[in-house]
């Protein structure tokens, strides 16, 4: 990967000015843990986990499907997009909120090889859908190194069929310089940053933070800056590995991805692994811990392999209820 020193003028000015706000030790420590990374993936772990032959993690899975027969129709599942709808009650949400929508879309994962037909696949699914919000909790790259651009590329493409204003945060698959571009094509992201969301008068607070699977720079104090404590917040946490600290800040809704529910899942829908550091209930769908309401998406797009078994990809309708409190 190349350094902010090899991008051309606008990519450097519109890096100095993230830097800017986000604050010199976050952006050259992301830029840091990248570059360290990239240079520890292109060797012979890198080769074994994401190679073409048949000795590589891929591999051996494409092996299994094929011997099982199991291939096709594991192809055929990764494509089929489905809608999933989730209510979260929400005892001191504003009246001005009942029944607001917000579109979550996850782990899109845009490269060669991946879903070719993927944003096609999400336009048609979402064109009917009446929502107030988008957003997405990110891995927007095939791999977590490498080119970037199709990604962006695709992301752009994407923004065209999403309606409204969409904020993200980025995934461990992302790199930092993913930032200006998909800010260039209409997305908001926030990187441990909040904002207000008004409607009729009355205002939650949307709240982002940074990874905290590979690059753990999600920084909370930050992120709730500016958040009054007795707002209703919701948290875009890439991760549902911070499902403890979000109760402890006083979330009272965090979205998630990253898991993508397990993928290649036995019957029922039980993940084999889901590569989180977190209880495996929180691997996918609504869960809860304490007062914090959590969803985990299983994501729209695939990792290692174009493959899905058990384990539809999905975008999700949230809508916020009011509720009695208990």
């Known amino acids: 990967m190349t350094g902010p020193r090899d991008a051309g003028p606008d990519e450097a000015a519109a890096l100095a000015a993230l830097e800017r706000r986000i604050g010199a030790r976050h952006f050259r420590e992301r830029l840091r843990i990248e570059e360290a990374h990239e240079r520890r993936h292109r060797g012979r772990r890198a080769r074994l986990l994401h190679g073409e032959g048949l000795f590589s993690l891929r591999g051996l899975v494409e092996t299994a499907l094929r011997l099982s027969g199991l291939r096709a129709r594991a192809r055929r599942n990764a494509s089929a997009v489905v809608l999933r709808e989730n209510e979260v009650a929400i005892p001191h949400l504003p009246a001005a909120f009942e029944g607001y929508a917000i579109l979550q879309i996850s782990d899109l994962h845009y490269g060669p090889g991946m879903s070719p037909g993927l944003t096609a696949a999400i336009a048609g699914r979402v064109a009917p859908l009446a929502y107030d919000l988008c957003v997405l909790t990110g891995d927007y790259r095939r791999r977590t190194f490498g080119p970037w651009q199709d990604a962006a590329d695709e992301l752009a493409r994407l923004r065209a069929h999403l309606a409204g204003t969409v904020y993200a945060v980025l995934g461990n698959h992302d790199t930092i310089r993913l930032v200006p571009a998909m800010e260039a094509a209409g997305y908001k992201l926030l990187l441990n940053e909040a904002v207000p969301i ?17 690059y753990r720079l999600e920084d909370f104090a930050r992120a709730t800056a500016g958040v009054p404590a007795d707002a209703v917040s919701i948290l875009l946490s890439h991760t549902p590995e911070t ?3 979000a109760a402890e800040a006083g979330f009272d809704l965090m979205l998630s991805g990253h898991t993508h529910g397990g993928q290649i899942c036995l019957p029922g829908g039980i993940p084999v692994r889901t590569e989180a550091r977190s209880p495996r209930r929180m691997a996918q769908g609504a869960w809860r811990f304490g007062r914090l309401a959590g969803y985990t998406a299983t994501g729209a797009g695939t990792s290692l392999v174009d493959a899905r078994l058990n384990c539809p990809p999905e975008v999700t309708l949230h809508r916020l209820r009011r509720a009695p409190a208990q």
């Open 198 to 214: 008004e409607r009729a008068g009355a205002a939650i607070f949307l709240a982002g933070i940074e990874d905290a699977h590979d």
């Open 243 to 245: 499902y403890r600290a």
